[in-house]
């Protein structure tokens, strides 16, 4: 089954104590990228990336990093998670964007709560 | 920057009727439209996608429209079922830019 998948789903850490997201695609797909969710704010990207060893910062990429040292996988990392990111996490991925095509496939979410 | 907005945060319509959602955004170099649906506890789904060389677009009991003129699309849902009930978001994007712009959502409620 074709999916994105997000790991943890529900996590809830404290300030200053580094995390990591993991996202993982079984589609071969180039493009992946991560976005919060926010209330009243809809959805915002953070990072992407176009391919392996290809990253770059989106709208709101403060206070994260990523990866991408295979096609598969693009962890989100927070070095010092703090309040203001307590926030919904989507991976998503799609085949590519030069191709035009824009149907992005999106993981379940994970809850971050930083307290 | 590029801003997108849905007119009505909640929509409420019948079990069977036809829905219709709308949109506007600010970039007139949009070339790219999306309608995403998210249901409670999941992540988007992508509906359909539109190019703004049209202004129509067809799928599965689903229609979009695009109206570059004044900076609107909108999507359509025939016969509402229950399980069309979700959050919907419309995205644009500019060709070669890899962030698109979300808008905040528009609440479907279907009632039986």
């Not at chain 2, 599965?60 to 979700?86: E, F, M, W, Y």
């Not at chain 2, 890899?98 to 528009?106: A, D, H, L, Q, S």
Request: hydrophobic share 30%; aromatic share 10%.
């Amino acid at each position: 089954e074709a999916q994105v998948t997000q790991n943890p789903r529900y996590l809830i850490t404290v300030t200053g104590k580094k995390l990591t997201v993991t996202c993982s695609q079984n589609m071969n797909h180039e493009y992946m990228s991560w976005y919060r969710q926010d209330p009243g704010l809809g959805l915002r990207q953070i990072y992407y990336s176009m391919n392996v060893e290809v990253t770059d910062k989106g709208d709101v990429p403060e206070g994260y990093k990523v990866s991408r040292k295979e096609k598969r996988n693009f962890p989100l990392i927070l070095e010092s998670p703090s309040p203001n990111q307590t926030s919904l996490y989507f991976c998503a991925s799609s085949l590519s964007h030069t191709t035009g095509n824009t149907e992005a496939f999106f993981g379940q979410g994970t809850r971050l709560t930083v307290v | 920057g590029e801003s997108v907005g849905l007119h009505l945060p909640t929509l409420s319509v019948q079990e069977g009727d036809n829905s219709i959602i709308n949109c506007a955004y600010s970039n007139s170099a949009s070339d790219y439209f999306i309608w995403y649906k998210q249901e409670s506890g999941k992540g988007p789904q992508f509906i359909i996608d539109i190019r703004s060389n049209m202004d129509k677009r067809q799928g599965q009991r689903v229609t979009v429209l695009l109206n570059k003129t004044v900076k609107h699309l909108s999507l359509q849902i025939a016969a509402t079922q229950p399980g069309d009930s979700a959050v919907y978001f419309c995205a644009a994007g500019r060709r070669g830019s890899y962030i698109p712009t979300f808008g905040r959502g528009t609440s479907l409620i279907v009632h039986p």
